[in-house]
């Protein structure tokens, strides 16, 4: 076995501190970090989703979520509604400036993605691809 600077635990953690670094960086004039990026993101391409069922997909406590909730409703990006069929949850969705708003902080991260693994080029979708099969195997979720 190497050096523990050499095994994948370690460089995957390295990877991404320096990948959500250079994201942070991309959305920074947008006033936007990278867990509010995320967020939107998410928002967008689940219809209606739920604050828990949000609180989940970022495994993160519930009471996170609702302060983001707080910050991107009040900046006019999300809207928050109580479901019908359950008036203790709240559904989430974008309104038009969030996807105006999620539109511009896609183009800079995925522009920064690109910059990041600029050295290893078109091997990126493959390194997409390996990671999302390790993560749906992962009991870790």
């Known amino acids: 076995m190497g050096h523990p600077q050499e095994s994948l635990t370690y460089l ?36 209606e989703l739920s604050q828990q069922d949000l609180a989940a997909k970022l495994s993160v406590d519930p009471t996170v979520v609702v302060k983001l909730v707080d910050q991107l409703e009040e900046r006019g990006l999300v809207t928050r509604t109580r479901a019908a069929d359950d ?3 709240h559904r989430l969705a974008l309104t038009k400036t969030g996807r105006a708003l999620l539109g511009d902080a896609t183009t800079r991260q995925q522009r920064a ?8 080029g078109a091997r990126r979708a493959e390194l997409r691809t390996l990671l999302a099969e390790a993560l749906a195997q992962s009991p870790a979720r």
């Open 12 to 47: 995957l953690q390295k990877a991404a501190k320096h990948s959500l670094a250079a994201l942070e960086a991309a959305l920074a004039d947008l006033d936007l970090s990278a867990r509010q990026f995320l967020f939107l993101a998410l928002v967008e391409t689940h219809d």
């Open 87 to 89: 008036r203790r949850q």
């Open 113 to 120: 993605e690109r910059e990041f693994t600029r050295a290893i």
